[in-house]
């Protein structure tokens, strides 16, 4: 079971940091990829790490300005937001599978979203 939390109400240029949480200890050999669906919009990838961290990947919308990291001890799964825009306002999930973590929704399970909303 995920469980996706951080996110809240900023305005434009602020950060915001969005944990992904699991119970199983197994979390921490599972790649985790977040995603995001703005209103009104299909649900598009954000970035994603393997188990290990080693390999990462990222939206072109938010290469640069998002970064994905874990702390395995803790089975947790960390996207540092930082430089907001209101075109980041969306709804975040976190999602994870045993051997996939790339772009596609491909992962086996789902957390419930976090929202995340910029104000300009």
């Known amino acids: 079971q995920l469980q996706a939390s951080g996110g809240g109400v900023v305005q434009a240029g602020a950060s915001l940091r969005l944990s992904c949480a699991a119970s199983s200890r197994t979390f921490r050999r599972y790649a985790v990829g977040w995603f995001r669906q703005a209103p009104g919009k299909e649900r598009e990838f954000v970035a994603s790490s393997s188990w290990s961290g080693a390999s990462t990947y990222y939206a072109p919308s938010v290469q640069g300005r998002f970064t994905i990291s874990r702390d395995n001890a803790k089975n947790t799964v960390y996207l540092q937001m930082n430089s907001l825009k209101p075109e980041d306002t969306a709804v975040y999930y976190c999602?994870?599978?045993?051997?996939?973590?790339?772009?596609?929704?491909?992962?086996?399970?789902w957390g419930q979203g976090t929202l995340v909303t910029v104000s300009s």
């Open positions: 999602a994870a599978d045993s051997a996939y973590n790339g772009f596609e929704e491909q992962y086996d399970y």
